[in-house]
């Protein structure tokens, strides 16, 4: 494994610098840590080598800084080191407390002095405005995400491959699965898992192996380097060992011990499951449990939501197998869908970020999730995002050594991602894009995608449709716009000469793939 | 008007073959008339010639042919004429005899000797099997569908050239419709409406103009001589004349007008209208009013339907502005949706034959429902045909002629056509076609949709997906096929070589637009 770790780890033991101590207040130590905003400390507290400290014991501690108070939970590292991490998200002294059902680890105060992030930083990723995202640091953020479910399950290579492969594309958030997968393409035995133990002798649930763990946080903060945020898979289907089904006492175990070891990274999300109506032993109660436990243990409110397999399969009308996505727990709808004609309502149905998780992927392979082309991925992408959603890339190309993007990582083929590229490109330059769906008649726009902020900044997307013209019916009365015809698969950018007004007749290609920017002037 | 009426009508006169006579069995004159089964008599009765009778006089026959008996409504054609009109659906002898509220038309009997109909006569389309449709003669029959809406209110010339392009297309059935459009590129005047009248100086919604319907019968007689069946649209929104908001009576008396003139054709369909929810202030209670009243009217059991206009638009689980297609009054779903993924669950929904009557026409006209490509219209008509349903063609390119298939007819200009024809091909060749959706795991379908007749013949379409193998699961065990890859807009058809079984892995060529026919052998 060579993924390095370049965000260094701040490390202090309970002696001397921390001491038990009943008045916090008086424990601004000269020891205490500086540590910039959204950065991860951690502090090692030691006690006796137990395995059944996984089981049997616990640790939290409660920083405060002037009215601000978090509740942070401790995990056991095994090897007799409990270990309690912070990621503050205000500057200023936090001290802290520690309580404990070990007598030694209970009480400990110690202190942190938060200070003002780096101007990179940008802390984790919120929603904002209802139905988008922005960073802790304040900043528009539009997620353009892609999936390598177990990418960190593969070999050295192939995971610097994955790194390299991600930092020169366009996306910024990965979908990745903290348990190993097994399903097509993905029968090789894993080496390590979350649990100590294999396949042949069976796991250990009582305990975690915390090399795993180590190695998943190495991996996470590899990602977090390039800028990419981890919407990590806490349970999934596709699985032989056993992990699908647990019992509910070590699912819950899990989940904390989840909790406890990464709510501190600034760049985790949280994705109950991937495919969760395929666990079918678990119940929707289980789900509901699931969100209200990480939400009590999280101290910083990492996005959360949890991804559909079912479309609407038989009966379109029914959509009972899917997760209440209204549910205020839920940060944004995780969807998988086909058909992002839906993007609107379901912005209306749920009031969130509507992010788009699996629409399919580009690729060749014999399943319906992974042959569409890069035309037809790009297609969906822009129509996601005109429609005020967000669109996540998968690429599922057949290859000789079987390693294929959208499971193991690897090398991208695909055609789209620098067309993604060049879409992420025009949200990001100039103002914040809070793109709305326009609200016009609905029946003229099957062939066109129409986002808008406001009057002043329009986005069209017209997919395979090929319009002659287009009369501009949707501006607003009063105001001249400077027009752009895109052409999303040459990336080319070309003004219309002039300016024009609302109701103007304006020449089109007559070809697939075009879209089109209105900005007043 | 160059339409030649082909077909003769045979007209007889109430003096002297047919005598007012209380006896009916003692009645097969001399002069009974012979008539092919399912062609049309017509019976010409003489009165005073008085407007009145439009809306005052009834005049109705029960003709019985051994226990069948069919109660058959005349009209009046103006100038002291009433005719009435039979289509016999059994050979032998039928006797007649009026009734009326005109004593001189009341008891007037006669007879009709319905001979055996000529090899190439296949009477009405009728529903088959749950979810096809075959001639009233036996034959599995195929709706491949056109539409131009208005082409009877065109020239003669268009008119004539719009009769020669259906006759030279794969087309067998024509939406169209009785009232004149007004909408975009339809805007001009016709000379000639059901009612009396022009826009300027109103209608006389108390009488009908019988040019128009003996202009419109000539349409609907030169279209079944070219084997198309015709989707009369009976009201529809697009409306400046004041027939889309008619009162009740108007409605009724113009619903019970065309039945009684029309229903003798045998390749009428009712179509109660197109976009019926655009009929805003006509309320649900109405349609099914209007559905029981054709149905108690039609003494033949005509294909009846009735056409949305709205997709689930926002809450894509609401479907209540849809029609209850489970209506038994229903003959068919004639839909209006751009997403033929749903096809399969309509069938479940309905239970009877869904025919797409639009889902967008190909074209490059700047409104949604009107530039899709031809191949996008191509990947519709396959997807629509092996998920076991049907779907009606459109055509919308930009003309600086202003006449557009669509609307008008006149010549088309498509690329989708010819290939529509190649499918039609495959449907008609060989034994009767009766495609259901395969039932397999609807997942693995987002990339092809699989018909199927029970075990031995599948025919798949992957569309825009691009498989480089298929895995040949839905197969049955232990029997062998013969695999046959099709290009759809190549219009090519080329044997794999050897048979093939289930599970085999079958390479395929990688590229959008291929279809798999596989057949026992």
Same mark, same amino acid.
């Given at each position: 494994?060579? $993924?390095?770790?370049?965000?260094? !780890?701040?490390?202090?033991?309970?002696?001397?610098?921390?001491?038990?101590?009943?008045?916090?207040?008086?424990?601004?130590?000269?020891?205490?840590?500086?540590?910039?905003?959204?950065?991860?400390?951690?502090?090692?507290?030691?006690?006796?080598?137990?395995?059944?400290?996984?089981?049997?014991? @616990?640790?939290?501690?409660?920083?405060?800084?002037?009215?601000?108070?978090?509740?942070?939970?401790?995990?056991?590292?095994?090897?007799?080191?409990?270990?309690?991490?912070?990621?503050?998200?205000?500057?200023?002294?936090?001290?802290?407390?520690?309580?404990?059902?070990?007598?030694?680890?209970? #009480?400990?105060?110690?202190? $942190?002095?938060?200070?003002?992030?780096?101007?990179?930083?940008?802390?984790?990723?919120?929603?904002?405005?209802?139905?988008?995202?922005?960073?802790?640091?304040?900043?528009?953020?539009?997620?353009?995400?892609?999936?390598?479910?177990?990418?960190?399950?593969?070999?050295?290579?192939?995971?610097?491959?994955?790194?390299?492969?991600?930092?020169?594309?366009?996306?910024?958030?990965?979908?990745?699965?903290?348990?190993?997968?097994?399903?097509?393409?993905?029968?090789?035995?894993?080496?390590?898992?979350?649990?100590?133990?294999?396949?042949?002798?069976?796991?250990?649930?009582?305990?975690?192996?915390?090399?795993?763990? %180590?190695?998943?946080?190495?991996?996470?903060?590899?990602?977090?380097?390039?800028?990419?945020?981890?919407?990590?898979?806490?349970?999934?289907?596709?699985?032989?060992?056993?992990?699908?089904?647990?019992?509910?006492?070590?699912?819950?175990?899990?989940?904390?011990?989840?909790?406890?070891? !990464?709510?501190?990274?600034?760049? $985790?999300?949280?994705?109950?499951?991937?495919?969760?109506?395929?666990?079918?032993?678990?119940?929707?109660?289980?789900?509901? #449990?699931?969100?209200?436990?990480?939400?009590?243990?999280?101290?910083?409110?990492?996005?959360?939501?949890?991804?559909?397999?079912?479309?609407?399969?038989?009966?379109?009308?029914?959509?009972?197998?899917?997760?209440?996505?209204?549910?205020?727990?839920?940060? &944004?709808?995780?969807?998988? &869908?086909?058909?992002?004609?839906?993007?609107?309502?379901?912005?209306?149905?749920?009031?969130?970020?509507?992010?788009?998780?699996?629409?399919?992927?580009?690729?060749?392979?014999?399943?319906?999730?992974?042959?569409?082309?890069?035309?037809?991925?790009?297609?969906?992408?822009?129509?996601?995002?005109?429609?005020?959603?967000?669109?996540?890339?998968?690429?599922?190309?057949?290859?000789?050594?079987?390693?294929?993007?959208?499971?193991?990582?690897?090398?991208?083929?695909?055609?789209?991602?620098?067309?993604?590229?060049?879409?992420?490109?025009?949200?990001?330059?100039?103002?914040?894009?809070?793109?709305?769906?326009?609200?016009?008649?609905? %029946?003229?726009?099957?062939?066109?995608?129409? #986002?808008?902020?406001?009057?002043?900044?329009? !986005?069209?997307?017209?997919?395979?449709?090929?319009?002659?013209?287009?009369?501009?019916?949707?501006?607003?009365?009063?105001?001249?716009?400077?027009?752009?015809?895109?052409?999303?698969?040459?990336?080319?950018?070309?003004? $219309?000469?002039?300016? @024009?007004?609302?109701?103007?007749?304006?020449?089109?290609?007559?070809?697939?793939?075009?879209?089109?920017?209105?900005?007043?002037?």
């Amino acid at each position: 494994m060579t $993924v390095r770790r370049r965000r260094p !780890l701040y490390h202090s033991h309970t002696s001397p610098a921390f001491t038990k101590q009943r008045n916090p207040e008086m424990l601004v130590s000269p020891s205490t840590l500086n540590i910039a905003k959204w950065s991860r400390a951690e502090f090692v507290f030691e006690a006796e080598s137990d395995p059944s400290h996984f089981t049997q014991s @616990w640790v939290t501690a409660t920083f405060s800084n002037g009215d601000d108070q978090k509740v942070v939970r401790g995990f056991y590292d095994d090897g007799g080191r409990f270990l309690l991490r912070f990621m503050p998200q205000s500057e200023g002294i936090w001290t802290f407390r520690t309580e404990s059902n070990i007598a030694s680890l209970s #009480g400990i105060t110690g202190s $942190v002095n938060c200070t003002p992030a780096g101007a990179e930083a940008t802390g984790p990723i919120e929603t904002d405005e209802t139905f988008h995202f922005r960073t802790a640091s304040g900043k528009a953020w539009y997620p353009f995400g892609t999936t390598a479910y177990v990418w960190n399950y593969q070999s050295d290579a192939v995971q610097e491959q994955t790194l390299a492969s991600l930092a020169a594309s366009p996306f910024n958030k990965i979908r990745m699965c903290v348990f190993p997968k097994h399903y097509t393409y993905n029968f090789k035995e894993p080496q390590r898992f979350p649990f100590p133990g294999n396949i042949t002798d069976g796991f250990d649930f009582s305990r975690f192996d915390c090399a795993f763990f %180590h190695q998943l946080e190495n991996q996470i903060d590899a990602l977090k380097d390039r800028g990419i945020e981890a919407d990590l898979i806490i349970f999934h289907p596709y699985d032989r060992w056993g992990f699908a089904e647990m019992d509910a006492e070590t699912d819950r175990r899990y989940v904390e011990y989840l909790v406890a070891r !990464l709510s501190s990274f600034s760049n $985790v999300w949280w994705s109950l499951a991937n495919e969760f109506d395929l666990l079918r032993k678990k119940p929707m109660s289980f789900w509901d #449990g699931v969100f209200k436990q990480i939400t009590a243990d999280d101290p910083y409110g990492h996005l959360i939501s949890i991804h559909n397999w079912h479309n609407p399969p038989i009966h379109y009308t029914s959509n009972d197998h899917w997760y209440d996505q209204t549910d205020p727990l839920i940060t &944004h709808a995780s969807i998988q &869908h086909h058909d992002l004609w839906f993007v609107p309502g379901w912005r209306e149905q749920f009031s969130k970020p509507i992010v788009i998780d699996e629409c399919r992927y580009e690729g060749d392979v014999d399943c319906g999730w992974g042959n569409i082309s890069g035309r037809k991925m790009l297609n969906l992408t822009w129509e996601g995002v005109c429609a005020g959603g967000y669109v996540t890339h998968g690429e599922s190309y057949l290859s000789d050594d079987e390693i294929i993007w959208w499971s193991h990582g690897g090398r991208l083929k695909g055609e789209s991602p620098e067309r993604i590229a060049f879409l992420r490109n025009i949200l990001e330059e100039g103002e914040a894009k809070r793109l709305s769906p326009w609200k016009g008649r609905s %029946h003229s726009q099957w062939d066109v995608t129409i #986002g808008h902020m406001g009057d002043d900044y329009w !986005l069209l997307w017209f997919g395979d449709s090929q319009p002659g013209f287009k009369l501009l019916t949707m501006l607003p009365e009063g105001k001249e716009f400077a027009v752009e015809i895109i052409d999303a698969w040459a990336m080319t950018v070309e003004r $219309v000469t002039g300016t @024009w007004r609302s109701g103007d007749r304006l020449p089109l290609p007559g070809r697939p793939g075009i879209a089109l920017r209105m900005t007043a002037v």
